[in-house]
């Protein structure tokens, strides 16, 4: 067994296993390459693969969280290894690597995400479990109809819209989301490079609203051929309650299907009650589901 850094030529290797593990994530080859090549701005992102007889079986991600105001909050990212290589002190080797990449940038606090079967060892390392996340499919043959926009709506997609206009409503849609730690710092450099930037973001698919001119609402669609994520749906506070999300997200569903896409995956975190419920009534339907869990490294 050998834990290295990520290289990234292993990108077609990685997204294959992390395809074969979590099958409902989705993130193309490409896009993969590029972050290990170019790392998100600010994060000191790094990530490591495990070997085995040369075959990449393992990986794992760990970053300061650059999207929050809590101070000194880490990630352990997808933590996975091959079915066929369980039981081997894999996992725990990767962990290890990415804890030792945290430790040095002063990181108090690390989140991971452990499938409901994977809890066991995440205690065992000290992690405790906090919130869940549950994952979704649809099928975009069953797409509800699109509705007719009502008065003074628009619903426009990302192309040509100015990016500046689309971050300053995600970061104030967000900073009210459900999770260990607020989602209120989001700079414009990260949000550009995740999100405006990121090869698999679909900006023809994915669709924004627009009430009397106002940008006030959004469903973003990255796709990897005929797979798509539906990264994020959300509404200004003061436009909530009015269906401008649902909206939104059937306008991005059709366009996406038009465009060849098959189905549509999104999670959600447990306290997302009214997401969730747009979600069922869209049709989606639970596929799996993750925990958050949360260690203290002071």
Not at 244 to 253: D, P, T
Request: charged residues 25%; glycine residues 8%.
């Amino acid at each position: 067994m050998l834990i290295r850094a990520a290289h990234p030529d292993d990108a077609p290797a990685v997204v294959a296993l992390r395809a074969l593990v979590y099958p409902y994530l989705v993130r193309g080859v490409e896009s993969t390459r590029r972050m290990i090549a170019e790392p998100p701005p600010g994060e000191e992102w790094t990530a490591f693969v495990a070997e085995v007889d040369g075959r990449v079986v393992g990986w794992v991600s760990a970053y300061r969280n650059g999207g929050t105001s809590e101070a000194d909050f880490g990630e352990v990212s997808l933590l996975h290894v091959h079915p066929e290589q369980r039981g081997r002190g894999i996992g725990a080797a990767l962990l290890a690597a990415a804890l030792g990449h945290l430790r040095p940038l002063g990181i108090r606090r690390v989140r991971t995400w452990a499938l409901t079967e994977s809890l066991p060892f995440a205690r065992r390392h000290g992690f405790t479990p906090s919130r869940e996340l549950r994952y979704s499919a649809l099928d975009l043959r069953a797409t509800p109809p699109l509705p007719d926009d009502p008065d003074g709506v628009r619903l426009p997609s990302l192309s040509g819209l100015d990016p500046r206009r689309l971050h300053t409503v995600h970061v104030a849609a967000a900073a009210d989301e459900p999770g260990d730690a607020p989602t209120d710092a989001l700079s414009y450099a990260s949000w550009r490079y995740e999100v405006w930037d990121n090869l698999g973001l679909d900006r023809e698919a994915s669709s924004a609203v627009e009430v009397d001119g106002e940008l006030v609402a959004f469903s973003l669609v990255k796709r990897d051929g005929d797979r798509m994520w539906s990264d994020m749906t959300a509404t200004l506070p003061a436009f909530r309650g009015r269906g401008l999300a649902r909206l939104a997200k059937v306008a991005a569903l059709h366009r996406a299907r038009a465009a060849g896409v098959a189905v549509a995956y999104t999670s959600n975190d447990e306290a997302n009650a009214p997401m969730l419920a747009i979600n069922e009534r869209l049709g989606y339907r639970p596929v799996a589901a993750q925990w958050s869990c949360l260690a203290d490294l002071s």
